[in-house]
């Protein structure tokens, strides 16, 4: 495209003006929080507690720290550079850009069935007998279509903001209705690991709320209107309320498994189907209105995961094929001016990847997944993670970052433990695919 140039090399001196974090401004983080945190998390966390009762609560507030940290060096990269995440890949080398271009394309196809059925599920249940679950799961790819189509970051910003106050209000309302045993709350937190629970505690450390969505981040900072040094102390703030109301979903669901499942020993289904399961026992100890108000909670959970999704990954697509028509005869280290605000979300490859994002995957619907999409699903899915978290740690401990931006000690503790901890759940995740 026309119209870009190279900018220089990221130079210390002349920063620019500081803003003052403003309660007000509290929103990307929100975005990329509410999106990791789909119905599958909730579910996982679920079957922690129901499994091991509170035992395992400290691993859900280190696995918030660790989301954390890395959401933390992925805004301060945007924001110390001027470049985006996908920028500072390519530098890394030419390995980078196929890994994506595989990931996004195999990735996008299956999450988008996955996404438009779990956002089904519970209007299913709400509103039985009206359409076949595949005719709802249509209908939600299809809004979560033409919203973000026709409507740009602050828009929806705004409607994600919703959402996680629904998930908030209906977790922590179902949370508080089991009576939490405050006691044994607080004694979980002290790490222990029983028999049998090292997959359970590295899913709740590692899995809830980290996904693509996680390199999302620099990309809703910056259609938000924050894109230089000035604006770090407003994402670091932004960042941190985030991951902390991520924390308190977290905790709310381990306390519901622990306090309405453990005891009883009720099992739930693996994937989305827990959540109708966990249902069906709200209203048999609750009622009908806890039962339906979880069933809100539910789509509202799987439906900001989908429109999240629909804008984040289709901005970070729109980035990556900018990226590669700018450096035809360009040095892949010398970087790219980002496109101007909004400009991206009307671009046709923002709007090309929406449209892979919807339809293709409805095919899945009616097919049983392929099994070599599935391997390949899995495996380049277990893989991102762990390449996100190393990436960070290269990118932001050499030149490629201005030096009053680099990390720290904490961060570089926090990132590297993140990725030994992404390489693990790896490890388990490709041991558990059907080979």
Request: overall charge positive.
């Amino acid at each position: 495209m026309s119209g870009h140039t190279t900018p220089p090399a990221p130079r210390e001196g002349a920063a620019p003006p500081v803003r003052k974090p403003n309660w007000k401004m509290i929103g990307p983080g929100m975005v990329v929080a509410a999106t990791g945190v789909g119905a599958g998390d909730l579910v996982s966390t679920l079957i922690a507690g129901s499994k091991f009762g509170y035992t395992l609560l400290w691993a859900a507030v280190i696995g918030c720290v660790v989301k954390i940290a890395l959401a933390e060096a992925t805004g301060r990269w945007h924001l110390a550079t001027g470049r985006t995440i996908f920028d500072g890949w390519r530098s890394l080398g030419a390995w980078t850009t196929v890994y994506f271009a595989v990931y996004v394309v195999i990735w996008g196809f299956v999450y988008g069935a996955t996404a438009m059925s779990s956002s089904a599920l519970p209007l299913a249940a709400l509103f039985p007998d009206v359409v076949p679950l595949k005719v709802w799961a249509i209908i939600t790819g299809l809004i979560g279509l033409v919203f973000v189509w026709t409507n740009r970051y602050a828009v929806v910003e705004k409607i994600m903001m919703v959402f996680v106050g629904v998930m908030f209000v209906v977790v922590v309302y179902v949370a508080l209705r089991v009576a939490p045993d405050l006691p044994r709350a607080l004694a979980g937190l002290v790490p222990v690991l029983p028999s049998g629970s090292i997959v359970y505690t590295l899913g709740l450390v590692g899995g809830v709320g980290g996904t693509i969505t996680m390199a999302a981040y620099g990309y809703w900072i910056n259609a938000k209107g924050w894109t230089d040094s000035g604006w770090m102390k407003m994402m670091r703030l932004d960042n941190r309320v985030a991951y902390l109301t991520t924390g308190v979903f977290v905790i709310a669901m381990l306390i519901v498994g622990a306090e309405l499942l453990h005891a009883s020993q009720t099992a739930l289904a693996s994937g989305d189907q827990g959540l109708l399961d966990l249902d069906r026992v709200l209203e048999d100890r609750f009622g009908a209105f806890t039962s339906k108000l979880f069933l809100i909670g539910f789509f509202a959970a799987s439906f900001s995961s989908l429109v999240g999704v629909w804008h984040g990954v289709s901005l970070m697509f729109a980035d990556f094929v900018e990226r590669l028509r700018a450096a035809r005869g360009q040095d892949a280290t010398a970087g790219v001016a980002p496109l101007a605000r909004g400009e991206q979300e009307r671009s046709r490859p923002f709007r090309g990847y929406l449209l892979w994002l919807t339809f293709p995957p409805m095919t899945l619907l009616w097919l049983d997944k392929p099994f070599g999409l599935v391997i390949a699903y899995g495996v380049l899915g277990a893989f991102f993670m762990p390449f996100l978290a190393a990436t960070l740690l290269w990118l932001l401990n050499t030149g490629r970052t201005p030096r009053e931006w680099r990390n720290g000690p904490l961060s570089n503790v926090l990132l590297a433990a993140s990725c030994v901890l992404f390489v693990v759940l790896c490890v388990q995740e490709l041991r558990d695919l059907p080979w």
